[in-house]
């Protein structure tokens, strides 16, 4: 595959707004800009918490994901560009009306989008028929927008359309500070779409209750083997945090406008802790502030 140069207060009403929606059977003002800190600028929590780790990206937030508590908070508000973050949403909504054995023929304009807009692919070939549940992988690991390119086309109908799904669908899980311009994150000559880190949040803790969705997130090596209905393909998963112990996933992203993103999610002392770093500016950095945040949490007061 190819990868392209392209591209945590109160919190308990809005989450209990998200985990009363039920989980898949299978599963507009313009953002503010922001300047991009310089490396003596880093934070911690809006708050000021004692002992929190240093954190250079923009933005950054950190929840438990089963009681909602707000561990961490950086602009966790703040409009921003979030890159291939979006693919979380892209796979969330698939799932709402597809099964994992659905198949789906790669068409000529999926792999000629990744290509002309620059993005990562996954190498899809044109012609091949591949099941909902292996395109997540493409989707998910090497972040292949061929892969996010062909299941809105599918599934939306049209990527207009599956566009519009995505949008209601962040309006049901209260996420009121992000509107999606496409599929896969990357700009667009009308703009760039937009969300914060705490919505983003929300989101990963509500994608990773689907099982697909946390068992692709998990994943770092995954290999489909040809039959007749399409080549064979290897996909390596992108994010390097999970190599750490405890960790569950879940995406990464880049584009120039957006930096170096990551939402990550874990386990600690029982808990299952969600996180998003947006905006770095050195992409294993963020790797390395998200081990040190979950790291950091569960010395923090049970929620």
């Known amino acids: 595959m190819r990868n392209r140069k392209a591209r945590l207060t109160a919190f308990a009403g809005a989450f209990a707004l998200v985990t009363g929606l039920g989980v898949p059977a299978y599963a507009q003002t313009t953002p503010p800009s922001v300047a991009a800190p310089s490396l003596a600028a880093a934070t911690t929590a ?49 799932l709402q009306s597809a099964k994992p054995t659905d198949m789906v023929e790669i068409a000529p304009q999926d792999a000629r989008y990744a290509e002309d807009g620059g993005g990562t692919t996954a190498d899809l070939r044109p012609g091949d028929r591949l099941p909902v549940g292996e395109l997540l992988y493409a989707l998910m690991l090497p972040s292949g927008a061929d892969a996010a390119h062909a299941l809105a086309r599918t599934y939306g109908p049209g990527v207009p359309g599956f566009v519009d799904k995505m949008n209601a669908t962040a309006r049901s899980l209260g996420m009121n500070d992000t509107r999606y311009v496409n599929a896969d994150g990357l700009p667009t000559p009308a703009g760039d779409g937009w969300s914060t880190a705490r919505d983003q949040a929300v989101l990963a803790a509500k994608a990773l209750q689907v099982p697909l969705i946390e068992g692709v997130a998990g994943t770092r090596y995954h290999e489909v083997a040809a039959t007749g209905e399409h080549g064979a393909y290897g996909w390596r998963n992108t994010n390097r945090l999970l190599a750490e112990p405890g960790v569950i996933g879940l995406k990464t992203g880049f584009t120039r406008a957006a930096g170096y993103s990551l939402a990550f999610a874990g386990e600690r002392d029982g808990h299952r802790l969600v996180g998003v770093i947006l905006g770095e500016s050195v992409s294993s950095r963020r790797f390395d502030t998200a081990q040190s945040l979950l790291t950091w949490a569960p010395t923090r007061p049970a929620p």
């Not at 923009?58 to 909602?68: I, N």
């Open 46 to 94: 809006d708050a000021a918490d004692a002992g929190a780790p240093a954190v250079y990206g923009r933005a950054a937030y950190l929840m438990d994901a089963r009681s909602g508590a707000a561990l961490f908070g950086k602009a966790a508000d703040t409009r921003m560009p979030i890159a291939s973050l979006t693919k979380t949403m892209t796979a969330y909504v698939v």
